[in-house]
């Protein structure tokens, strides 16, 4: 790794931090750049599955929808997901991690086995499975699922984090100065977790977006008339052969996307984890 | 562990939501078939009395009765096994054979442009969605070119079995090749490896056999952390190329509710994981001596 340690000249940071900018700014602004709007029908049949044109520049779908459109509000789906299920994540995840961590013993034991078995699954299998609970699917679902089974690599890093911590000596001159439990949870040991818990989260974006896109592309996720880059995938698929723009502009979405937050990702983990510094 | 993940799968079913007899069964199921359903799993006892039925009949191997396909689930898994198995070696072995390919000549011109090129490959494939990557290998080579099926079983045939294998080895090997890079240029950096230049050994010798070596504990870590890629991969790339496999036949399963094979097969899957994992902890034994003994201490 070349030391870069300003954030302008570490290229992957960079380029990871456009590509997100990119992505959620065109997510937000949909409503405004989509030059039509993504539910409405070709009327008389005569553009459908057309391909990429002046009108159409990304062509469009077996009902006459523009994918142009329907691609950036699919990335809406795709954002409020990778960001709203990980603020949920992070939140679970540091609370019981700093449980674990910080009172050791029982709690620590009772906590971490939880993880385990949490982890000693396949993450997206059982998240498939989790989703025969409800009567039906739907992006709601998704969104109950992921957070359920995401929390567990937050609270593994929060954890290992405050066990380093919770030894130092600003602990402990906190606690000699009266301090809380909660307190010092809260004030010393989570900011200085803060670094590792950004990298993790960030990475955990990315996963959230992969995995809402299989499971709706599985037809286990986001149901029509919801607009899902992974339901774009599976009508895409039918007709891969007459129509490839179809499957071709959500996936390259999903994976500029995802690129974009795994390359942030590991960006933050060389500006900011101090020990990976040279 | 494995208790624990037994638990899991079980809350699974204990939290379903609606009727799923009825919903496996549909509207023309007779009471009576519903009755005895809910009888032979305990429906109407206590959670801990349900949970000991079903983890009685589970240690014999009884994963119970498919609610749609009505025969038991583990004919119904079993079948699906080999499918699965052959698409997960497969798999394994491309992301194997390139990622540590890809890995070392990228260690070997370490900062060169070639590395940058290939770790920017690397990062490309493990952030590309499996189903995507398949669908567009399927648009290219099958569609366009027309060199291999688009889908299917193909009773075996290996040009069926090109495809998918790629799909699913594809995100692991970007994951395999910068683990072998990193490994590669650690091991690099110690003295036994200025011992073995300054015996006058030519370069790929020294990062053949001294080098590749030491690096391998940590590819067989990275296999290892690659299992649960497949396992994830799984039900996305068989559904793309119409895989019969076990991954298949759960996404089916939640899509029917057919609760006691999404049970099965998720069991399935943490089996192999949790087995897996144990392998590899095996593996470390074998190819690092100090492991051993500190297993012995």
């Known amino acids: ?278 | 562990m494995v208790l624990g993940v037994t638990v899991l799968v079980f809350a699974l079913n204990a939290a379903a939501l609606g009727d799923p007899a009825r919903a496996a069964m549909g509207q023309r199921a007779d009471p009576e078939t519903l009755e005895r359903l809910r009888r032979e799993y305990a429906l109407d006892r206590p959670l801990p009395v349900q949970y000991a039925t079903w983890l009685a009949r589970l240690a014999r191997a009884d994963l119970g009765e498919s609610f749609r396909e009505q025969r038991p689930v583990r004919e119904v898994i079993v079948e699906r096994l080999p499918a699965t198995a052959r698409l997960a070696l497969a798999a394994t072995l491309v992301s194997v054979v390139f990622g540590v390919g890809i890995g070392a000549i990228a260690a070997v011109r370490a900062r060169s442009t070639l590395d940058h090129v290939l770790m920017g490959l690397a990062v490309l494939g493990i952030s590309t969605p499996v189903f995507w990557l398949g669908l567009m290998l399927a648009l290219v080579f099958s569609v366009t070119l027309g060199w291999l099926p688009v889908s299917g079983y193909g009773d075996g045939a290996l040009r069926n079995l090109v495809l998918p294998a790629v799909t699913l080895g594809a995100l692991h090997t970007g994951t395999v090749a910068r683990m072998t890079r990193s490994s590669l240029l650690e091991v690099v950096r110690q003295d036994f490896m200025a011992t073995a230049r300054a015996k006058g050994l030519s370069e790929w010798t020294v990062l053949g056999k001294h080098a590749l070596r030491n690096a391998l504990v940590s590819v067989v870590t990275v296999i290892g952390i690659g299992l649960a890629d497949l396992l994830v991969g799984a039900p996305l790339t068989e559904t793309v190329f119409a895989w019969p496999g076990v991954g298949r036949l759960l996404v089916a399963a939640v899509g029917q509710r057919d609760l006691p094979v999404v049970m099965g097969a998720v069991l399935v899957f943490a089996l192999v994981y949790v087995l897996g994992n144990l392998l590899v902890d095996l593996a470390y034994l074998v190819i690092d001596p100090r492991m051993r003994d500190a297993v012995r201490a």
């Open chain 1, 1 to 278: 790794m070349p030391s870069a340690r300003r954030p302008l000249s570490h290229h992957g940071f960079l380029a990871g931090a456009i590509l997100v900018a990119l992505f959620a700014g065109a997510a937000l602004l949909a409503p405004v750049l989509a030059p039509e709007d993504p539910h409405a029908v070709a009327s008389g049949g005569g553009a459908t599955l057309e391909g990429p044109t002046a009108s159409h520049p990304l062509g469009t779908d077996a009902l006459g929808r523009d994918v142009l459109s329907r691609v950036l509000w699919g990335g809406r789906v795709s954002l409020a997901v990778g960001v709203g299920v990980e603020a949920l994540v992070v939140v679970l995840g540091c609370v019981i991690g700093l449980l674990a961590g910080y009172f050791g013993g029982p709690v620590d034991a009772a906590l971490m086995r939880i993880t385990d078995v949490v982890m000693a699954f396949p993450s997206l299998v059982l998240a498939i499975g989790l989703i025969a609970v409800f009567e039906q699917p739907g992006l709601d679902k998704v969104f109950i699922v992921l957070v359920a089974l995401g929390w567990t690599t937050i609270a593994r890093v929060v954890r290992g984090e405050v066990l380093s911590l919770k030894t130092r000596d600003f602990v402990h001159a906190a606690r000699a100065l009266g301090g809380g439990h909660r307190a010092i949870m809260v004030r010393h040991l989570l900011p200085n977790a803060l670094a590792p818990l950004l990298v993790a989260a960030t990475i955990g974006v990315g996963g959230n977006m992969v995995a809402e896109a299989g499971l709706s592309f599985l037809g286990l996720g986001a149901q029509a008339p919801t607009i899902s880059w992974g339901a774009m995938l599976a009508d895409g698929q039918t007709f891969l052969a007459s129509a490839p723009w179809v499957a071709v502009f959500p996936g390259a979405a999903l994976l500029l996307a995802v690129l974009g937050m795994n390359l942030l990702g590991d960006g933050l983990r060389d500006l900011l984890d101090p020990r990976l510094r040279a």
